[in-house]
């Protein structure tokens, strides 16, 4: 028969561990666990197990390889009783990962709830074949546990009719994110982060702390860091920019729409922003440098450089499949652009047209001349009034030579009115 005993971080740290014939050996300081999953078959559940135990024994501090320990339960009160006294090896005790050091009231990310939250306490089990971590409480009755006074306080709530909730989530949906004093890096490939939207990410690290939400960050790869730093708010978006090197946030802003960029470089120190600048490819830095020039309240500080545009000789069918090789981003399809061979818009075309149409059919025939357009130096505030009124998802913006340089989409227009500028990607041509 299985024997199972089932326990918390905060019943055991303090502890007293016994030699075999009851004699105290000394007191449980911190519980070690394996933190590395590489033998876990893909699906297999993953649960951290004991390794070893930091002990105080006559005021000398040891770790212990907890391969010869065993715990046992009696009436809620636990001990430790070791049959062979061995030191676990120094490269072990730093690969390992300290629970009450680096888990217990720390932040972590519920990846099931989407949400960074403290741990007050860490549930534990131990069974035949060794004691592991299977979840963390999160909730109060964890926190008065930690502390001490659970029995106390539910004896009063119970007076009351008052129960006090346990609210646990299991280890397969945390990511600890406090890793700062053990060799346990974060990476997207191995991270359980990398599974969460980048909005859902990017509300996370901004809950967290500086120096966590720097690393958090940085863990990740350049698309997915862009894809999460534009989902950010303006004030999460500079200071994580500030905290990184140079190089890495211009590699990470190459990545993002040149309107998203223009925006968030503005709001850093101009030496800050030079230097991200001059590190940025040429292309991606110049397509920045133009929309800087722009003045606030001007169309063309707001709009995205990323659009389509198509000659008129193009067939439905061409322009098709054009549009299947480059998988555009939804806004990019409200309205496709035509332009002659020096970039002069000249009509426009809803997909819809471009679906219900013959495949042979050339744009020519289908295209919409009686279109509505802005000047990139026009002022923002005509934008409202003019979505409103002509009903528009999406406006082509031109500049005085009647040029198309790029286009402003509803979402532009309403999150600039609450002061969010958050866009999609820069422009290319078909010919």
């Not at 990470?252 to 040149?258: G, N």
């Not at 169309?299 to 990323?306: A, E, F, Y």
């Amino acid at each position: 028969m299985t024997s199972q005993i089932t326990f918390y971080l905060s019943q055991v740290i303090g502890s007293k561990i016994y030699d075999v014939n009851g004699a105290q050996l000394g007191k449980v300081m911190e519980i070690y666990v394996n933190a590395h999953q590489e033998n876990t078959a893909p699906d297999e559940v993953f649960r951290p197990a004991f390794v070893g135990l930091k002990t105080k024994m006559n005021s000398t501090v040891r770790y212990l390889n907890y391969e010869h320990i065993k715990i046992s339960a009696n009436k809620q009160k636990f001990r430790f009783t070791c049959s062979q006294i061995e030191d676990l090896a120094p490269s072990i005790v730093e690969s390992s990962l300290p629970l009450a050091k680096n888990i217990q009231d720390r932040q972590i990310v519920d990846i099931n709830g989407r949400k960074l939250v403290r741990v007050n306490d860490i549930r534990l089990v131990s069974i035949d074949s060794g004691t592991f971590v299977i979840a963390v409480d999160v909730s109060t009755k964890g926190l008065f546990r930690r502390l001490g006074v659970s029995e106390i306080l539910t004896k009063i709530l119970n007076v009351f009719n008052i129960a006090l909730e346990t609210n646990f989530i299991l280890w397969d949906d945390v990511q600890a994110l406090d890793t700062s004093n053990f060799n346990i890096k974060l990476s997207l490939d191995s991270s359980k982060l990398h599974k969460l939207h980048p909005s859902d990410l990017a509300d996370i690290i901004e809950e967290m702390g500086s120096v966590s939400r720097t690393k958090i960050f940085e863990s990740l790869d350049e698309e997915k860091a862009a894809d999460v730093l534009e989902e950010m708010e303006p004030y999460a978006q500079a200071q994580i920019i500030e905290s990184l090197s140079i190089g890495k946030a211009a590699d990470v802003l190459e990545k993002m729409p040149a309107d998203e960029v223009a925006d968030l470089l503005d709001s850093l120190e101009d030496e800050k922003a030079e230097q991200i600048l001059n590190e940025m490819e040429k292309e991606s830095s110049e397509e920045v440098r133009e929309l800087l020039e722009y003045e606030d309240k001007e169309v063309g500080s707001l709009m995205t450089t990323d659009y389509l545009s198509f000659l008129e000789t193009m067939t439905v069918e061409e322009t098709l499949n054009e549009l299947r090789k480059q998988q555009p981003e939804a806004d990019m399809i409200y309205s496709l652009f035509i332009t002659d061979n020096e970039e002069k818009l000249i009509a426009t075309v809803s997909l819809r047209d471009l679906v219900i149409s013959l495949p042979t059919m050339t744009l020519k025939e289908i295209m919409n001349t009686q279109f509505i357009s802005v000047q990139d130096e026009d002022k923002v505030d005509r934008l409202a009034a003019i979505i409103l009124k002509y009903d528009l998802l999406a406006i082509p913006v031109t500049d005085a030579q009647n040029t198309l340089v790029g286009m402003v989409v509803i979402d532009d227009i309403v999150e600039d009115l609450m002061s969010k500028r958050k866009t999609k990607k820069g422009g290319r041509s078909w010919r």
